[in-house]
């Protein structure tokens, strides 16, 4: 019962926390009131992900030193905070401070804490376990982003964020109790019921193991991918000449297909290994990549559905195997440093994907080009993952 509550509890704040990810839908209104660009509301989502980063990397020290039932209620608070200020802003760099730095730090550090966590109870199915709770964090930017669409088209954008705030604290304290580890650390153990020695290594050491590399090249052009596309997947679309009545169909694909990859990859590390998992995600991405070119280059509509369903799947490997692979490879001891180092290859792919394809697509004033980038960024995580063969080293 208790390990059932612990699931339930981190499945529920992931599935809170991911409406950072449901930003578009606060910025439309913002810009309509106070006349700022998409440019300048965009920066607030990139700032928010650097301080998710940050966040991550500065609870996981505090951990060390504080009872994570506390560092959850800290959290608890600054989400609130960043809110209820976000609420009552009336300039742009309230916008940024708020929501991006306070909202994103707490979101960060919140998500490093369950997912640090919740695996340490099912040491025998660490990536199935990481892929269902990275599920929630994905589904929850779409489900409850509709909803605080619906309030703010039935009330407006400050009311929106202050109810939206209230709930998530509510909620948030309703099941943060239930999120702690287990009393004694249990041993992993492989798909064919092997007990793993695993070796725990320091952030440092970490950093000069070549397989941290070759992981963090692998994911940096896995999200670089999954950024553009998905995150242009409305504006490919219409390129494409996808009815309009339709957009709505290739944002909900992306976001269902985003979920289940997590679940999905996840459930294949635990089967089949990190080598295998990281070959056939890159090779999805490839294929949605080349799908998505040539829908665009042939106008070719029904083909780009099909190219989501393969980009949306990759997609969603890189944080499940990111999770999965930190603490298999690198142990348990260090893992909530390590793993908030790792999610900085987020950063980096938030700059070579979404960025830079922005840039070459406003040059260029198609998405060809910006398509034939990701399928070499795509090819790119296909090697990387060749020099993971080895199990572990």
């Not at 339930?8 to 990810?21: D, R």
């Not at 989502?45 to 060390?64: D, E, H, N």
């Amino acid at each position: 019962m208790k390990k059932f509550m612990v699931t339930v509890g981190s499945f529920i704040i992931l599935l809170f926390l991911g409406l950072i990810y449901a930003w578009s839908i606060f910025a439309s209104p913002l810009e309509n009131e106070f006349g700022w660009t998409r440019a300048e509301t965009s920066l607030t989502f990139t700032i928010s992900i650097a301080m998710f980063c940050i966040g991550g990397i500065v609870f996981s020290q505090l951990k060390r030193k504080l009872n994570i039932t506390v560092l959850l209620i800290i959290n608890a608070l600054l989400i609130l905070i960043g809110f209820f200020l976000t609420s009552r802003l009336d300039a742009l760099w309230e916008l940024y401070v708020y929501y991006g730095v306070i909202c994103g730090f707490a979101v960060g550090a919140s998500y490093n804490l369950v997912i640090s966590t919740i695996p340490l109870h099912y040491p025998k199915k660490v990536g199935t376990i990481s892929g269902i709770m990275l599920l929630a964090f994905g589904v929850g930017g779409y489900t409850l982003g509709q909803a605080a669409d619906i309030m703010i088209n039935n009330l407006n954008w400050r009311d929106a964020f202050l109810y939206i705030g209230l709930a998530f604290f509510v909620v948030y304290l309703l099941f943060l109790f239930f999120i702690k580890p287990p009393k004694t650390e249990q041993t992993q153990t492989s798909s064919t019921g092997v007990v793993e020695s695993v070796r725990d290594f320091t952030t440092k050491q970490m950093m000069k193991h070549p397989y941290f590399w070759s992981f963090f090249i692998w994911q940096t052009f896995m999200n670089a991918m999954g950024l553009s596309l998905i995150g242009q997947a409305k504006q490919i679309a219409e390129e494409v000449q996808v009815a309009h009545s339709q957009l709505i169909i290739a944002v909900l694909i992306t976001t269902v297909c985003s979920g289940l990859g997590k679940m999905f990859f996840g459930l294949v590390y635990d089967l089949k290994g990190r080598y295998f998992t990281l070959t056939l995600a890159a090779s999805f991405g490839f294929i949605g990549a080349l799908l998505a070119f040539i829908s665009t280059s042939a106008q070719m509509p029904w083909l780009f559905f099909i190219a989501l369903v393969f980009a949306g799947g990759a997609y969603g490997s890189g944080p499940a195997c990111n999770a999965t692979f930190t603490r298999k490879q690198f142990g348990n001891t260090h893992f909530s440093m390590n793993f908030a180092i790792n999610t900085l290859a987020l950063l980096v792919a938030a700059f070579v994907g979404n960025y830079l394809v922005g840039i070459v697509q406003k040059s260029t004033e198609s998405y060809i080009v910006p398509l034939i980038i990701l399928v070499i960024y795509m090819a790119i995580s296909f090697i990387a993952a060749q020099f993971l063969r080895k199990e572990r080293d």
